[in-house]
């Protein structure tokens, strides 16, 4: 078994990277670009996603009871028997006293609006909020069972957001798919460039390579120089991406501040909230593409 | 020992879309210790005769075995260990022209994974063995020919091989210096511990080692094997 120092093959690795010169950084440079894109288009769809989720709480199905005032223990049975149908993950109850208090709580500024309204002249209604889970069909099936009046008479409306809801897993699909093929079409230029560069790199020292196969290297000892060097250059790639993330994230973030103002009409996640996912996304991503594309370009040029 | 046994190797031609024989039918046994010329004009197949003992190319019919190994069915990962049995000294020497003398020889026995300590202290031995001492410190560039040859020996000799090649070891010297050169191999032989396989189309030279085998090859195939003038006397 050979033992091989460690020190001297990273020597090598490093002397390796430093000797391509140009070839080195231009392949750094369109790393990190790869990189950087990928990361935009990862930080689109998260901020997408956020926003889009946040908009409303799409699996709910909102109950409203009739007027006439339900008693405790018909409240408590209609619980019962809410709870007992299939697909419902929960169940919310909300009295028609704090529906009140919770409109007055969100007009606060505005107070005069609800202040004619008391116990006696309670405009609201009891309300069962309904949380479920399963597929559309469930969800049309639930529904179903919630609006017919034989079985639920004490509800006098029945409200779901299910349209809106596909609606929107439509377009996350749909904007998942667009950045998506993007990303991957970019990872695909990443390994492609790193094959080359590892290409280049093996043709440049392609005697040395020759002379270590006569005096019996081993494969894995030509080929580590290699791919140390591509992961080498995969990390500094991956720390200058993480670096142009950063500013032009906070960049962004300040000016969409600025402009959308405390509407909060977008919400962005501040970059202090998300980073260490930027970080080890570009990270994971730029090894990912180096290790695969060194491993293509040296079991194809490399041989023992 | 080496032992060819109808070994015959071709090369495929994409662009004539035609098949080319470099080496045809060949047998050949050498014994181990033994010092062999291996001569022959451009093309009459001694450079791939190289390339197959150093498993650089694989035959295409035949079996060839050397030490034990049987070229044709070794498994990958057997190749390194078998390589690091030969010294292989080329004709233009390949030496790194950004290392020195010194490291250029330090790199074999790198390459095999030798401890620091087994470098420091076999490199100099190998280099005062080869009288360039000297020069450990001077790059190839810096060093004449001969010298270059001498270090590109070493470096084949590091790592103790049972069978060394020398491919054209006298190409790029002047005629002293090729005199110096070939019996410094010869001698490397003449214990009898290691082959030695001297590739050369200088016959001239070769004739001053009469008591030493000589196989002479054309057009890929054994015409003149000295141990069995009979085969082609006439040659």
Known sequence: MRK?????????????????????????????????????????????YINLNS????????????????????????????????????????????????????????PQVLD???EENNPFFEIYTITYSGTDQDAVNLLFELKNKKEFPEFRAVEDKLETANTLEKLKNTILWIFGSFMLVLIFISVVIIM????????????????????GATGWFISFPFMVESLFTGLIAAVIAFLLHLITYNYLFGLLAANTGASGIIKIVPFSDIWYFVALGVLALSFLTCYIGSKISLSKHIKV | MIEFRHVTKTYRSAARDTTVTALNDINLKIDDGEVVFLVGSNGAGKTTLMRLLTRMEVPTSGSLVVNGYDLRRIKKRRIP???????????????????????????????????????????????????????????????????QQ???????LVNNPKILIADEPTANLSP????????????????????????????????????????????????????????????
């Open chain 1, 196 to 215: 080359n560069t590892v290409r280049m790199a093996i043709n440049s020292r392609s005697e040395e390579i020759e002379i270590m196969r006569y005096i």
């Open chain 1, 55 to 110: 908009l409303n709480e799409l699996n709910e199905i909102v109950c409203m009871c009739n007027y006439e005032k339900l008693s405790d223990e018909e409240l408590d049975s209609l619980y019962n028997r809410l709870v007992k149908l299939p697909h419902v993950d929960s169940v919310k109850f909300t009295s028609r006293e704090e529906a009140l208090e919770n409109m007055r709580e969100k007009y606060a500024q505005h």
């Open chain 1, 4 to 48: 091989y120092s460690f020190s001297y093959l990273m020597s090598r690795s490093f002397k390796g990277f430093s000797r391509n010169g140009l070839m080195s950084l231009a392949s750094v440079l369109i790393l990190t670009s790869c990189l950087f894109i990928s990361g935009c288009f990862g930080l689109i769809i998260y901020n997408l």
């Open chain 2, 81 to 147: 260990e078998y390589r690091s049995q030969i010294g292989m000294d080329f004709q233009d020497f390949k030496l790194f022209s950004k290392y020195t003398v010194y490291e250029n020889v330090a790199f074999a026995m790198r390459v095999l994974g030798k401890s620091s300590k087994a470098i420091k202290t076999t490199v100099p031995l190998v280099l005062s063995m080869l009288d360039i001492s000297a020069r450990a410190n001077h790059f190839p560039l810096e060093i004449s020919g001969g010298e």
């Open chain 2, 176 to 235: 002293s210096m090729s005199r110096e050169v070939m019996d410094l191999l010869v001698s490397l032989g003449d214990n009898g511990k290691r082959t030695v396989l001297i590739i050369t189309h200088d016959v001239k030279l070769i004739s001053n080692y009469e008591n030493k085998r000589v196989v002479k090859f054309e057009r890929g195939r054994i015409v003149y094997d000295s141990k069995h003038a009979e085969v082609g006397a006439d040659a």
């Open chain 1, 116 to 118: 004619r309204f008391n």
């Open chain 2, 150 to 156: 001498r270090t590109a020996l070493a470096r084949a």
